[in-house]
């Protein structure tokens, strides 16, 4: 990446930077364009070079973080693991403990909101976009723990996968309405709720 790249992106971090702060002290719907480019010492028609909108920039910082984590689980699937349990043991820790660490829980929970206000959204469709590749992750997941014979064969890898995503996303959206509950905390869920289906397809 060349320094004007290097420049480009320091700028769109530093406007996504002030406006998650913005949008955690002000209120999504207070924080104005016009002072988030202040905050990030751009004027408002510079501002627009790099997003088109309050939306933009909180698509961009939550779909950042699903790319980081997206990578590091697919590590994790790969790596070998004693059991399928065991395997979806670590794959949620990974999504758990990897999300966050950029986008606070206060954003996440801004985000759901406007996937759900507005469905036929650019925003709701690129994150409906997101959780689509999450839950072919998980069959991905089921996939490779048949071909480690964690997971018997006749086992349809696809409606299994979508159901641990779908408990996974649940309990996602459980952990972003708390200030309180830990990653570990929902592990231990979604470990509990889990069980009962790898006891049935587990070889």
């Known amino acids: 990446m060349g320094l004007r790249e290097r420049k480009k992106a320091a700028t769109a971090q530093r406007i996504i930077q002030e406006a998650s702060r913005m949008f955690q002290q002000e209120g999504y719907e207070n924080t104005r364009i016009e002072d988030v480019a202040a905050r990030a010492d751009l004027s408002a028609a510079t501002f627009y070079n790099y997003f088109r909108s309050k939306a933009d920039i909180l698509l961009s910082s939550v779909s950042a ?13 790969d790596r070998g693991h004693e059991s399928a349990a065991a395997g979806f043991d670590a794959l ?3 999504y758990f403990t990897t999300s966050f660490t950029k986008t606070p829980r206060s954003l996440w929970r801004i985000a759901v909101s406007q996937s759900m206000l507005d469905p036929g959204s650019e925003f709701s469709q690129r994150y ?6 999450l839950s072919k992750q998980c069959c991905r997941f089921v996939q490779v723990m048949q071909k480690t014979q964690h997971i018997r ?11 641990l995503f779908n408990n996974v996303n ?3 959206i ?3 309405r708390s200030e309180t509950r830990t990653a570990e905390d929902i592990r231990a869920v979604v470990n509990r709720q889990s069980a009962p289906i790898f006891d049935l397809i587990s070889r």
């Open 128 to 133: 409906t976009e997101m959780d689509n590749r």
């Open 92 to 94: 949620v820790v990974t």
């Open 65 to 77: 973080e699903t790319e980081i984590v997206l990578a590091e689980a697919d590590r994790c699937i």
């Open 174 to 176: 459980d952990f972003i």
């Open 153 to 163: 064969e006749d086992v349809p890898f696809e409606p299994i996968g979508e159901l």
């Open 170 to 172: 649940m309990n996602f």
